[in-house]
Structure formats: C-alpha cells, structure tokens
C-alpha cells in the first residue's frame, strides 16, 4: 500500500520508509514557533530543564504578534522575555515591532516555510503551512520547549480524508467560502486529528493566498494540519521568497484514506458561519442580521490578494454609520503594497479604519473589543463565546466579499444584495 503526502513527509523527518496511521513516531523539526502568548510559557520551561542551548538557532521562530503593539505591562512584559531569549540564543528570526506581521503571513512570505518540511508551532493555526505542501500542526508550550532543545519532537501519524473540490466558483466566493462550506458539512470535530488533504481542478485553481485560508482553518474541523499537494504556483511562490532547497511530496495512487468527500463549486455560495461554532454555517443572503462592527485581517484573511477583494467592494462607498469597520493588514509588506495599489485610499475614503499588522482583535486581545450584546462579521477564523470580547457578543465569520459589502449595509448581506 502507498502513502499519503502527509505520511511521507512523516516517515522522512523519523528516518523510516514507511509509516502507517496510528504509528507513534519521533521526528526531526525543521522549523518551530511560538508567539507572545505561548513562547514565555515554552522559554520558562526550557529554563527549568537546565538547558544551555537551543537546537539550532535558525530554525525557531519567535513572533510578538498578538499584543502588539504592546497594550499594557503585562503584554510588555511578554514581549521582552522572547526579545531577552532571542538575544541570548542569538535566534535568527525574532522579529519586533516595524518588522513583525501576523505569524502565518510573516513566515511563508520570509521564505521560512517549503515544501516538504516539517513545522511545529505554539499556536494551533500553525496549519496554514500546509498550503505549500509541508506538514505543518500546533503543539503546547511544553512540545515546544522540548523541541526547542532537541529538535524534534513525537507524533501520531493520522489517517487522511480526502477533499475533492471540483468546478468553477460563483462570482465572490473565495477560499474561506470553500472551506466554511466544508466545516459546516463535517463539523468542527469531523476531522478530529485526521489530515484533511485538499485536491480536485477547483483547489487547483486556487492561489497560494487562498489554500493559505483553507489550510488555516483546518484546525477548526478538528484536523491534525491540512495540506495540497505542491504544484507550479506553489514552486513560483517558493523561488520568489528563497534559494533554500525543498522536497515535493505527493501522495501515492493507492494511498488509503479513511474517508473521501467530494463537492461541486458551482454550489457554494458566500458563506456565513454563525454563533458560536464555525461549523455553523448558512449562505449569507439568509442572514440580514444587524452588525455593530467588522474586522477584515488576521492570520486567515489578512493579505493583499483579501485586502484587494476588500477594496474592490468599498470603493465609492461609505461604512454603515452604525458600524466599526477595521482593516488589518497581516504583515508590512501587505500593508506596503496596499499603500502603493491605492486600497488604503479607498479603506480611508470609505470611514474604515486601518491598523498595523496585529492578532489583536482576533483574539479580544485589543483593537476591536467587543462589548456586551455587540455583533462583529470577522474574516478570523473562530467565532466561539467571548472570543472577541463580552461573553455575551457575537462573532460571524467570513470572506472579504461579504465582510466588505455587510459594512456598508449595516447588516450581514451577500455582496450582489449592495446593487
């Protein structure tokens, strides 16, 4: 029997030539990360084992992003102990204000993230990386303290579900349609540490931005990582950012899979998902529902190809007056490119208002706190009680397209509904 790219990716970094599901592995990491939530948990660990060195000092990753720009002491506080252990391990790729951007979009755009590695990360959407073919999960602080030392760490090798999407998308349906549409047909734990694999002519289709989104929300249908097998664009993408070399993985003909699910583009619509699960999910011309603010950013949906959906909808409008519209580029150079193509005009002329790169609102970190009975249409990618704020708010996930066109209309609208 063959193996899926997720399996070969596994059987290479534990040094075997055949891994199975179910199979407990040890294996080596090519790159780990943690934020300034979860990598001062990792680092105080790590000290109390005594060690004196890191594994290797360019492959981990220490990012700032949730509470920056620092809001208060305590955030401050986290920020220096990642910034005191980057000083003194000498880690290549701890970046602070002015440099840093939100993880997921900072990373593959530094060219640290290739096909066929294997990435583990303080942070559970740590799964975006499988868009460029990589194996790529979140882990706790304590793995990464581990990993930190060692340079690798242990695994269960998951079954595989495979994901065929095929035909051409309706006009302003994107990639966090798509997989909305596929969480709100599994459920949030329909792949419960399994690898969701993504194939078919219309994941094909799809840019590099896009299978970024839909593997970043893997997490939310329970998946152990989500991963396409890497093709041209992704090559493209790759060479564009690093000479670093890089192995293609792609999963055998007789492969098994515990499952396979197919769906026809042409069906999905721009999706909704309500509260307080992702898995909750409706067509957004079915919504109406009256919002108090918008969030267009973060890890899920915050790069230029999102910002320019985004723009492309505002543009000549004006935010409902009973609405917050807050557009967060995800790094510096999205932010830089939007400047130069013209979206911060639009963004600013339309009333939003526009942030540096951060997780903040994301997460009800800071910047966009909602207050109690609230309701936010967020392009994030959790949506659970209080997660952007009051326990009694509401979040509802999606695209740019219909986070753009329900800003303007005050209520949760599909964008054709503006005309």
């Not at 990386?129 to 269960?156: I, P, Q």
Request: a negative charge.
């Amino acid at each position: 029997m063959g193996m899926t790219i997720t399996e070969k990716i596994l059987a290479a970094h534990a040094g075997k030539e055949f891994v199975e599901p179910g199979e407990l592995i040890e294996a080596r990491v090519d790159l780990l990360l943690g934020n300034d939530i979860t990598a001062p948990i990792a680092i105080k660990e790590f000290e109390e084992l005594g060690i004196n060195t890191v594994f290797n000092n360019e492959k981990i990753a220490l990012i700032p992003d949730h509470f920056t720009p620092n809001k208060d002491i305590k955030s401050a506080e986290q920020v220096k102990i990642l910034r005191d252990f980057a000083h003194k391990f000498a880690i290549t790729h701890f970046y602070d204000v002015g440099r840093v951007g939100v993880e997921h979009a900072l990373l593959p755009e530094l060219g640290l993230v290739r096909p066929g590695m294997c990435i583990i990360g303080a942070d559970s959407h740590t799964c975006t990386y499988g868009a460029f073919g990589a194996f790529s999960t979140g882990v706790g602080s304590t793995d990464m303290a581990a990993a930190m030392a060692t340079g690798k760490t242990w695994f269960k090798v998951p079954e595989s579900i495979k994901f065929i999407v095929h035909g051409i998308l309706q006009p302003y349906v994107s990639a966090k349609d798509v997989i909305l549409h596929i969480i709100g047909d599994v459920g949030v734990d329909g792949a419960l540490y399994r690898s969701m694999e993504f194939v078919g002519d219309t994941i094909a289709k799809l840019s590099m931005e896009g299978r970024m989104t839909m593997a970043n929300m893997a997490i939310e249908a329970g998946a152990k990582n989500g991963i396409f097998a890497p093709d041209g664009k992704t090559v493209e993408y790759i060479k564009s950012r690093t000479n670093l070399p890089y192995t293609l993985y792609y999963s055998d003909d007789n492969a098994h899979y515990a499952e396979v699910r197919e769906y026809d583009a042409a069906t999905i619509e721009p999706t909704v998902a309500f509260p307080h699960l992702p898995e909750n999910t409706k067509p957004a011309r079915e919504a109406h529902i009256p919002i108090d603010q918008v969030v267009i950013g973060s890890c899920t949906n915050g790069r230029i190809e999102d910002l320019r959906i985004a723009a492309k909808i505002l543009k000549g409008h004006k935010v409902h007056k009973h609405v917050r519209l807050l557009i967060i580029p995800a790094t510096q150079e999205v932010y830089k490119k939007a400047l130069q193509e013209g979206l911060i005009d639009i963004f600013i002329e339309a009333e939003a208002a526009v942030s540096l790169p951060t997780c903040g609102p994301c997460l009800g970190g800071h910047m966009g706190i909602l207050a109690e009975g609230e309701r936010c249409v967020a392009t994030t990618n959790r949506n659970f009680v209080g997660r952007m704020g009051h326990p009694k708010s509401e979040v509802y996930l999606a695209g740019p397209a219909v986070a753009a066109a329900s800003a303007i209309s005050g209520k949760i609208v599909h964008p054709d509904e503006l005309r």
